[in-house]
């Protein structure tokens, strides 16, 4: 099976990044970890705006409606 263009890139970025950690202690290598959450910020916020939300008008009710 021949390869793509876009994996023969591919392997020879992996290739590069394999060759640099060549001899050097599993300490010196740095790892890059990109993280990217799961969630959007959008709807993170709209999460928020419903748990802490419904807590303040509750408290406002306790308070104010007893």
């Not at 392997?11 to 290598?29: C, D, H, L, V």
């Amino acid at each position: 099976m021949t390869q793509t263009p876009e994996q023969r890139k591919r392997n020879a970025k992996y290739a590069k990044i394999e060759t640099a950690k060549r001899g050097k202690a599993p300490q010196e290598i740095k790892r890059k970890q990109d993280f990217k959450s799961p969630i959007s910020p959008f709807w993170l916020g709209v999460l928020a705006f419903v748990i802490f939300g419904g807590l303040g008008f509750e408290l406002i009710s306790q308070i104010f409606f007893k």
